[in-house]
């Protein structure tokens, strides 16, 4: 009999070879889907972990730009003002206070207008000699407000100055961080200030980055939130950064995008899972049927495939979840894919751009895209700033990362940074032109006017340049406020810009002072119709809330290469010119000439010699005496300063008081007079006045009543023997801080009298608001007057004002005796004048007093 033959396949023992082999190819697949789906999970945490990491990067580096940023103008900001000569000499050679503060050349407004909470000057002994904070003079050393030495610093702010650099620095301050420059005081450019030989004074200017402050500048910069981090430090799960030279540590609110991707993409994983899981137990269940059926095993073929599928969708969710586009291209730079965030980002149809070169989407500064992968594609962590017209048809940057694909192509992200490169630029405009009214600023001029000069301008074809400064703007300021006063000054600045051509230049250097830059004028003649044209503009009047306002404006005049050819030089000649015009009345134009220069040093002498004549008592007293006109009795006497300069003579006060008023030196001329005048009253008689004349600058600044109380504690005079003089000048400035010091003053026991009656617009509401004792007649009065008629019946008038308000009636200038019958006549208390006695010096005013007892 024939052996039997068995199919393997069908005997019992080849269905369990066959069930055993499906079952391992089965759990064969479920391991390999499940290592994948791992794999899905650690690309997850791994793309989630360097999306959070470059996120966190990117805001470090834009918090280092935001703080680099603010650093780079303090430091500009501190250099403009320690490279000034005048500064040189406020702070330096000398401290003058009221320069700095009182003036507001380095006062409250840099706190005000810069942010600046603290100013400081330390001198070469290493001592805080001036300090402002918050806006606020104080007495306060710079290292114990900062609480850290300052010695390194003022030395690297001493080396700075030899380069005309100056040194910033990140530091703390009442436990926030600050930016800190610092800069050596120098004569900068000016000629006329020597610099001493030894260590210079170093000017140092404080900003502290407050919460909103900080909060702002990140804003700016893309990064939310960000702050100083609490003093118990930061949480691990915030983003921090510490910033240089121990100023601390910010923390900022972390966009987390790996986060979000995780978010999204791990419930999809999870639900692919489940759906695996559950498709593997059914299939395990059918196994043994599968097995037996080749059907079945296409049927798991396919599952399989499916699973895979289903997993490459995860792994394009995951790209289309970042916050950049992919892309990339063949060995032709040709689009071969994009993700689907191109659409969303760039406005673009991604489908359309497929097959597109890369150089027909994508344009950089560095040349064609396909030289510049050629060169550098093959470089670790390749990077290329590309420009590329969106959607709408608006210019964007985007910032391409390229990763070379041996023999194929190249692949990558592109991340968009139009904000970023908008804000880097604004931040370099405005480093190049003013904030308040767009013109260029002090460095935009001085560049565009070295690179005119370097044109070498000719005498038919000169270059122009224009010092301008706005006349009676002060009062804008004062009366209606800052923002009225920047309404002007905007408004001005348009005007400047109406009246030029396109290729001059408009600067705003500060203040109300501007630059103009105009080459292509062949006369003075059409300078000077520019001149007339800029005055008329701006004299129109400026509409603010409700308020007409009227200015005008002075503007110097220098030429190159007539007068410079340096751009120091034509400034500096421009601004003397200006003086001039000023000094002319103001409301008009100067040229430069050479003389000029030297009448400015020959004022700067004078100033400095009376500054010697104060201290080495060069001045002297005269008297004026002052009499009754009923009985002609000795009533008083007038003090008046006479200076003997060593070179040119006795000079009067018309000849220096100007300069000591502007250049702050009335102050103590002023306690010069006022305390030899009180000390030689002193040994009147008792009913012998004294009268000193006050200047209105007095009342603006100088303690005026602790120095008369001063005064008068040590000469002993009785204050009801001292008469103080002024003028109606004194109201106009500040009319509550003249009355609360006249008031002061009256508290004291003296007597206060308005010198110069008649001459101003207000002088009778001033004398029914104000403390007067007395009123004196302007001498322009009484030269008219007569006993027969003329000025009579205003003296008379006046004369009955006084009485009516119980004021002594003086009358100045009597110089005739027709003069004195007329007073008598309108019944006027007292007179002095020429007529009556001239000027004497001391010994002659106590022998006409000793003359009158005898």
Not at 288 to 316: K, P
Request: one cysteine or more.
């Amino acid at each position: 009999m024939e052996k039997l033959k068995v199919d393997p396949k069908s005997s019992p023992e080849g269905k369990v070879s066959n069930l055993s082999t499906a079952r391992a190819y089965l759990l064969a697949c479920s391991l390999l889907l499940l290592a994948m789906f791992l794999l899905v999970g650690v690309l997850l945490v791994s793309i989630a972990d360097h999306l959070n990491h470059d996120a966190g990067e990117h805001s470090r580096i834009d918090i280092e730009n935001a703080l680099l940023s603010v650093e780079r103008v303090a430091g500009s900001t501190v250099k403009d003002y320690a490279f000034w000569g005048d500064a040189y000499v406020h702070l330096h050679q000398q401290v003058d206070v009221d320069w700095a503060f009182g003036r507001q050349n380095l006062g409250s407004t840099l706190f005000a207008d810069l942010g600046f909470e603290g100013v400081f000057v330390v001198d070469p002994t290493g001592r805080t000699v001036y300090s402002v904070i918050d806006g606020q003079l104080q007495t306060v050393a710079v290292q114990d407000w900062l609480h850290i030495p300052i010695e390194p610093l003022l030395a690297q702010a001493r080396e700075a100055a030899v380069n005309s650099q100056s040194v910033s620095r990140l530091v703390q301050a009442d436990g926030a961080p600050a930016v800190l420059a610092a800069a050596a005081l120098t004569p900068g450019t000016d000629p006329s200030v020597k610099a001493d030989s030894g260590p210079a004074s170093v000017l140092i200017f404080i900003a502290k980055l407050a919460p909103q402050r900080l909060a702002a500048l990140g804003a700016d910069f893309g990064v939310q939130g960000l702050r100083v981090a609490p003093p118990g430090g930061t949480a691990a799960d915030v983003p921090s950064l510490r910033l240089r030279d121990n100023a601390g540590v910010v923390q900022w609110d972390s966009d987390d995008p790996g986060h979000q991707l995780l978010v999204l993409v791990v419930p999809l994983v999870t639900v692919a899972g489940l759906i695996f899981a559950l498709m593997a137990w059914v299939i395990q269940r059918r196994s043994t049927a599968a097995a037996r059926i080749m059907d079945s095993n296409y049927a798991t073929l396919q599952a399989s495939r499916a699973a895979l599928l289903v997993s490459e969708a995860r792994f394009r969710d995951v790209a289309e979840a970042a916050s950049d586009w992919i892309w990339e291209v063949d060995s032709q730079l040709r689009f071969t894919y994009l993700s689907e965030r191109f659409d969303v980002i760039t406005g673009l149809k991604g489908a359309n751009c497929l097959g597109l070169a890369a150089d027909d989407l994508l344009a950089s500064d560095q040349g064609l895209l396909s030289n510049w992968f050629k060169d550098h594609a093959h470089r670790p962590n390749a990077i290329v700033q590309c420009n590329y017209l969106s959607g709408d048809g608006e210019p964007r940057i985007c910032r391409l990362s390229v990763r070379e694909i041996p023999g194929q192509g190249y692949r990558g992200t592109a991340s968009d940074i139009t904000e970023e490169v908008q804000a880097r630029r604004r931040i370099e405009y405005l480093s190049q032109h003013d904030a308040l009214t767009g013109l260029a600023n002090r460095s935009r001029m001085q560049e565009f006017l070295e690179g005119k000069l370097k044109a070498v301008p000719t005498l038919e074809q000169p270059l122009v340049m224009l010092s301008i400064d706005l006349d009676r703007f002060k009062p804008v300021n004062d009366l209606l406020g800052h923002a009225a006063g920047d309404d002007v000054l905007n408004q001005v600045s348009r005007r400047l810009q109406g009246c030029l051509r396109g290729d001059d230049l408009v600067a705003r250097i500060g203040g109300d002072e501007f630059m103009l830059v105009v080459a292509g004028m062949s006369s003075p003649l059409e300078v000077e119709g520019l001149c007339r044209r800029l005055i008329d503009f701006i004299e129109q009047p400026f509409y603010i809330t409700e308020h007409e306002v009227f200015i005008s404006a002075s503007i110097g005049i220098a030429m190159a290469p007539a007068d410079a050819t340096l751009a120091e030089e034509l400034l500096r000649y421009a601004d003397i010119a200006l003086y001039e015009a000023k000094e002319s009345g103001r409301n008009t134009w100067r040229f430069y000439a050479g003389d000029m220069n030297a009448r400015i040093i020959e004022r700067r002498q004078l100033e400095a010699d009376l500054r010697h004549a104060i201290k080495n008592g060069e001045l002297r007293l005269d008297f004026q005496p002052r009499y009754r006109i009923e009985g002609k009795r000795l009533a008083g006497a007038e003090a008046l300063v006479r200076w003997e300069h060593p070179r040119r003579g006795l000079l009067g006060p018309d000849v220096f008081i100007p300069i000591a008023e502007e250049t702050g030196l009335i102050l103590p001329l002023s306690n010069w007079v006022l305390h030899a005048a009180c000390q030689e009253a002193a040994g009147w008689p008792d009913d012998v006045m004294i009268s000193v004349n006050l200047s209105s600058t007095e009342f603006q600044r100088g303690h005026l009543v602790a120095r008369v109380k001063a005064v008068l504690v040590e000469t002993g005079l009785n204050p009801a023997r001292l008469e103080l003089e002024l003028t109606e000048s004194v109201m106009l400035n500040d009319e509550k801080v003249a009355l609360d010091t006249m008031q002061g003053l009256k508290a004291l026991g003296v007597r206060l009298l308005m010198d110069d009656f008649g001459t101003g617009y207000s002088s009778l509401s001033y004398l029914r608001s104000f403390p007067f004792d007395g009123l004196k007649i302007d001498r322009s009065f009484v030269g008219g007057l007569t006993a027969s008629g003329g000025d009579q019946s205003i003296i008379q008038a006046i004369v009955g004002l006084g009485r009516a308000l119980s004021l002594t009636v003086t009358a100045e200038g009597v110089e005739t005796l027709d003069q004195l019958k007329a007073l008598k006549d309108v019944q006027c208390d007292e007179a002095q004048g020429f007529y009556l006695s001239v000027p004497v010096n001391a010994q002659a005013i106590s022998a006409l007093i000793t003359g009158r007892t005898d």
